[in-house]
């Protein structure tokens, strides 16, 4: 798939909260799993949700793109942690912008691929002529049951891309392809505060199907093998689903490195693609081809190739990188983990 007029990424930023839990410290409660091959993973303090994330990952957006708010025709949100039920996140990060009130604004959901689709409706969107720009992004404070194996991996983060014209993109489309069936791998049923999951289930059919044929099938549209890209991101569940989809497709573990986040972070659900994205395009050099190959249960996959411009390289240290957020970290316990997710249901 591609837009009538080529577009591209013209600002990117991400934001992670600073707090961490080591795995270790929720299998020292719990004592679950023995084997999870993660390291931590990010928890939102008490004042973070998913609209304050997305404005901070947008506001560094926008300073790497350097336009003005005002020229943006649209803001769009992908998450399933929404701060309300009824009420769009998106005017509350418009309106934080000062991207208000001549926009069109909208919340996006399809699990942890709710971020690339809110991407591709932005390049279609400024494909199609009906915005010079267009904000998308994906971003999720994820919820895990206590003691459940999400508990260990679901954490939050996210990325923000201002969508424009490829001739001022710091890396434009080459191409899209979806791949979506109807398998309930993975799912909230309304009123109910934590997902319920399809165990392995949720690996095949489920993840890898969509994973590989997305990926392929884009490959094959475009002509491109695995050694025509230097990068590639893959929705990050945990560390062994990346991996194996990866060798399957005949990618290698030093394609896979840049934008490989799990085992620092956790999984970001609708943001782990986009940081994913966000990392390898810190990396990228002009020339360099990134595919990115997000999942979502339910299921669906998207796929997105894209090259580096000669715009990709600046010099500017005033420009956070994910980098920056893995490194600033704060260490906490699991007592005041509770305390920030609230599993103690205090009100």
Known sequence: MKPNREVGIVGYGAYIPRYRIKADEILRVWKGIDSIHLEEKSVPGLDEDTATMAIEAARNAL????????EIGAVWV???SKPYAVKPTATMVAEALSVTPHTNAADWEFACKA???????????????????????????????????????????????IIGLKEESLAYLEGSYSYVSDTPDFFRRPHQYYPQHGHRFTGEPAYFKHTY??????????????????????????????RRVARRLGFTEEQLKPGFLVEVIGNAYAGSSPLGLAAALDEARPGDK??????G???????????????????????LRVRD?????REIDYGTYCRYRDNLNSH
């Open 290 to 295: 990134i595919l990115l190959v997000s999942f």
């Open 115 to 161: 971020g690339t689709e809110a991407m591709q409706a932005a390049m279609g969107f400024v494909g199609s002529g009906m915005a010079k720009y267009a904000l998308a992004i994906g971003v999720d404070t994820a919820q895990g049951r206590p003691g459940d194996q999400l508990e260990y991996t679901a954490s939050a983060g996210g990325a923000a891309f």
């Open 213 to 242: 044929y997305a990926a392929q099938h884009l490959m094959e549209e475009l002509g491109y093998t695995p050694e025509d890209y230097a990068m590639v991101v893959f929705h990050q569940p945990n560390s062994k689903f990346p």
């Open 78 to 80: 992908g998450s399933e």
């Open 325 to 329: 957020y893995i490194t600033r970290r």
């Open 63 to 70: 300073k790497r793109a350097t336009i003005d708010p005002q």
């Open 297 to 319: 249960s339910g299921a669906g996959s998207d796929a997105l190739s894209f090259t580096a411009t000669e715009r990709i390289v600046k010099n500017d240290d005033s420009l």
